[in-house]
């Protein structure tokens, strides 16, 4: 079952969500350990995530909108409980709570006590989990930064604004994302030598909206930064280190060094191909001195798990 | 995917899904008069129905059933208009297509091009394919849900689903190189 063209024929399947239990357990092992059939699946996931672009094509009219709304209007009063019916049921509402107030109390720290149990076991499953190499994939947001990187440097993307300036590609987002971009200019501010160049930005689709892709270099290596609200991608599966209060998970991904995480409303990926972890990556944003810290603490120790021997991510 | 509720009246929720279903009822009647009219009959039809829906119910998916019924009426009553046509009847080839493609004006934004290019990819194809990519690929219902819709067997949903994203493929990568090509150049 775990031959390639068994697998193949359950890509859409997978994707679309509908392979379940034993077939999808079978085929996510299979996707581990096979480039050819994750290198289908990413072309295959790449092809769904252009149709989703076509769902913004359709607007209705307001003309239509307006009729609409007159015919909605119309909807019969019954299906809406009589005012004298809400009022008998909040009055008896009111006559209980009193009594149920001290019940709920005791309920609520039952509940929060449950809660923080299994908060503390599923801290501590992550921790296992991220100590068993290979068991989880990347998040599909990981996924989509590593591929979109790739596609930027095989010249398959091409940038929608080429610009160093970080204001002006911070506004060149504005009201193309559901959310504000507002890139860092330490580097421009601090007058020190620019160890990295702004290139570009353009947008990206991702599930059904639009994540904002940026071009940094670095020399000559190019640096992907792809930002989304974090409404729409969580950071999850890689190697996870606690830095400043942040979560960060390290992946390896089409052998490319992939960095996500999630700040105030946002989720970033951060894609190179530079030493370690990538961490230096991380000075497009952090380049003060007072950021030394977070890109240090970042590095792997000498024996530490992103040792090439001990990556846990599947190569793409 | 909501279903209304005691917080969401039923016309709040339903108004929710008005862009949807337009782009539904454009998907099968290609023509905008024609849509926004199916799309009229359909609220209708949901305002006078709405004591048949089930509290938990899926609205949006109650919606689609009602446009699509209203649809297949609507045909029924005029056998001059357009049909739906068996998987061998598409008669427009990707070679008419491109050669449409390609009268096109230069689009200037690119996300614009690709949004219009793929919805003119689906556009193009048959109905049932049309119809099978919208449901599936841009509304998000899943393979059951759309069995329900279309009432046909899950299976027959995830083969036709296969076979449309096939010559979708087909069309797109015909098109994509010289239009993004164009754009590249417009945009610099």
Redesign the interface.
């Known amino acids: 079952m775990n031959q390639c063209s068994d697998i193949s024929n359950q890509i859409a399947l997978w994707l679309d969500g509908e392979l379940q239990g034993e077939e999808k357990r079978v085929f996510e092992l299979h996707l581990q350990d096979c480039k050819s059939c994750s290198a289908l699946v990413s072309n295959e996931s790449r092809f769904l995530d252009t149709l989703h672009t076509a769902k913004q094509a359709h607007v209705a009219p307001e003309q239509l909108r307006n009729r609409v709304r007159a015919i909605l209007d119309e909807v019969p009063a019954e299906v809406s409980a009589p005012t004298h019916l809400r009022k008998r049921l909040t009055d008896s509402l009111l006559l209980t709570r009193d009594s149920q107030r001290s019940r709920k109390l005791r309920i609520s720290l039952a509940i929060a006590a449950v809660v923080a149990i299994a908060i503390a076991m599923g801290l501590w499953l992550g921790r296992i989990q991220t100590e068993q190499p290979g068991r989880y994939l990347p998040s599909s947001f990981a996924l989509m930064a590593a591929d979109t990187h790739r596609r930027y440097l095989d010249h398959h993307l091409p940038l929608e604004i080429t610009s160093a300036s970080p204001e002006e590609i911070s506004t060149w987002f504005n009201g193309k994302v559901p959310f504000s971009v507002k890139l860092p200019k330490y580097q421009e501010a601090s007058g020190q030598v620019k160890l990295y160049q702004l290139e570009g930005a353009r947008l990206v689709g991702f599930k059904e909206d639009y994540a904002a892709y940026v071009a940094y270099r670095m020399g000559q290596r190019p640096i992907s930064l792809v930002m989304t609200s974090n409404s729409v991608a969580q950071p999850a599966g890689g190697e996870e280190i606690m830095s400043r209060g942040l979560t960060f998970h390290f992946d390896s991904i089409y052998g490319f060094k992939v960095i996500t995480w999630t700040d105030r409303g946002l989720t970033y990926a951060l894609v190179s191909d530079l030493e370690e972890r990538g961490q230096q990556s991380c000075g497009v944003c952090h380049q003060g001195v007072k950021d030394h810290d977070l890109i240090d603490r970042l590095k792997p120790t000498s024996a530490g798990p992103s040792s090439p021997s001990r990556d846990p991510r599947p190569t793409f | 995917m909501s279903s209304p509720s005691c917080a969401q ?3 709040q929720a ?2 929710e899904h ?2 949807a ?3 539904y009822a ?1 998907t099968l009647t290609r023509d ?1 008069t024609e849509a ?1 009219d199916l ?2 009959e359909t ?2 039809r949901a ?1 006078r129905a ?2 048949q829906l089930m509290p938990d119910s899926n609205l949006k998916g109650w919606l689609f059933v009602i446009m699509r019924n209203a649809w297949l009426n609507q045909l029924r009553h005029n056998r001059s208009g357009p049909r739906f046509v068996g998987f061998d009847d598409a008669t427009e080839t990707v070679e008419h297509l491109v050669g449409k493609q390609a009268d096109d004006p230069h689009v200037v ?3 614009k091009l ?3 290019e ?2 003119q990819a ?1 556009d193009s194809l048959p109905t049932h394919y049309r119809e099978i ?1 919208v449901l ?3 509304e ?1 219902f ?2 059951q849900q759309i069995a329900s819709m279309l009432g046909c067997p899950a299976g027959t949903v ?1 083969s036709r ?2 076979r449309a ?1 096939e010559k ?2 087909r069309i ?1 990568t015909s098109w994509r190189t010289p239009n ?1 090509a164009n754009a ?1 150049s417009a ?2």
């Open positions: 009246p039923f016309s339903a108004l008005l862009d279903l337009y782009g454009m905008q926004e799309v009229q609220y209708l305002v709405f004591g934004y690119l996300r690709e949004c219009h793929v919805r689906i990519i599936r690929d841009i998000g899943s393979y995830m689903l296969g994203r979708l493929k797109l993004v590249m945009t610099r």
